[in-house]
């Protein structure tokens, strides 16, 4: 079955600072990889994706995420965070003949 | 606004009562999608409608009733409710359902209390 596991429930950083969401998953198959973002009382809007080329991809609002095959990984990063990137992230894995599937969520909390 | 629309944006409703909640896609997609989100556990699939017919049920209780009229729509009827099913509901929809390149395209959601 597919899973996708974030494990930490909260990320605080420093505005300014790097921030990284960490995001493993297990699907069959070639994977197909997506970060999305919930502001409060709002739906998931999508960030980036990966599906093939690149192991570097690049999204919205600066942010990237680097998918590494080995380690089943697909973490997100920005280089510089914002006070307005505080929200709920969210990573999700599609594989095989399936559906999405998607973590738990991680609250981004970036402090002035 | 995403293009996936939902009515209403908050809802409370006793357990005894009857509502239901609307989506509304106009982006030509095929398939339409229920989620329920829960504070602090992965989003959880209810039901999935491809062209119309309901293609999964996740062993949601019968107290959930979705309807599918049309490509564009997309309807959960409550009745009868638990406090446990507070919750943000979520309805999303993609150009095919099981196609993956494309993700899916998510509404505002309908935030449910139940009291």
């Known amino acids: 079955a597919q899973s996708v596991a974030q494990p930490e429930d909260q990320v605080n950083v420093a505005e300014g600072n790097p921030l990284t969401v960490k995001c493993t998953y297990s699907?069959?198959?070639?994977?197909?990889l997506f970060w999305y973002v919930q502001y409060p009382n709002r739906g998931l809007q999508f960030l980036l994706k990966?599906?093939?080329?690149?192991?570097l991809v690049k999204g919205s609002y600066g942010f990237e995420a680097e998918f590494n095959k080995s380690q089943t990984s697909f973490h997100l990063k920005k280089p510089s965070a914002l006070v307005s990137d505080s929200a709920l992230y969210f990573c999700?894995?599609?594989?095989?003949?399936?559906?999405?599937?998607f973590g738990k969520g991680n609250q981004v909390v970036v402090i002035p | 606004e995403t293009g996936v629309t939902q009515t209403p944006r908050h809802l409370v409703m006793g357990m005894t009562n009857k509502k239901s909640l609307k989506c509304e896609q106009h982006?030509?997609?095929?398939?339409m999608y229920w989620y329920k989100q829960s504070a602090k556990k992965p989003l959880e699939l209810m039901f999935v409608y491809s062209l119309e017919e309901r293609v999964e049920n996740n062993s949601v209780p019968s107290r959930f009733s979705p309807e599918c009229p049309n490509s564009s729509h997309l309807f959960l009827h409550l009745h009868t409710l638990q406090p446990e099913d507070s919750a943000l509901y979520l309805c999303?929809?993609?150009?095919?359902?099981?196609?993956?390149?494309?993700?899916?395209?998510f509404g505002s959601g309908t935030r449910l209390t139940v009291v």
């Open positions: 990966y599906i093939t080329g690149d192991n």
């Open positions: 999700a894995a599609h594989g095989g003949n399936n559906r999405l599937a």
């Open positions: 999303a929809s993609s150009p095919e359902d099981t196609y993956p390149i494309y993700g899916y395209t």
């Open positions: 982006l030509g997609h095929n398939a």
């Open positions: 699907v069959s198959g070639n994977p197909y």
